[in-house]
């Protein structure tokens, strides 16, 4: 799974499990962000918006616990 870690000073750091590596921002879609789960598609990384959004809904899950 391919997470967006950050993005600073043109680049953005993806991480892939154990290893972590830098592209470009020109090789990303517009629509990315830093924590979107993201695909290789023809050179550009796009955001997987489903499992995006479900891996965002779980850390939300996961951080209301911590409350209960």
Not at 27 to 55: C, F, H, P, Q, W
């Amino acid at each position: 799974m391919l997470i967006i870690d950050r993005i600073e000073d043109g680049f953005a750091v993806i991480e892939d499990d154990d290893r972590h590596f830098e592209v470009p921002v020109s090789m990303l879609d517009n629509d990315v962000r830093e924590g979107d789960t993201v695909i290789l598609s023809d050179g550009i990384y796009i955001a997987d918006k489903n499992v995006s959004s479900e891996r965002r809904d779980e850390i939300i899950k996961l951080q209301n616990e911590l409350w209960e």
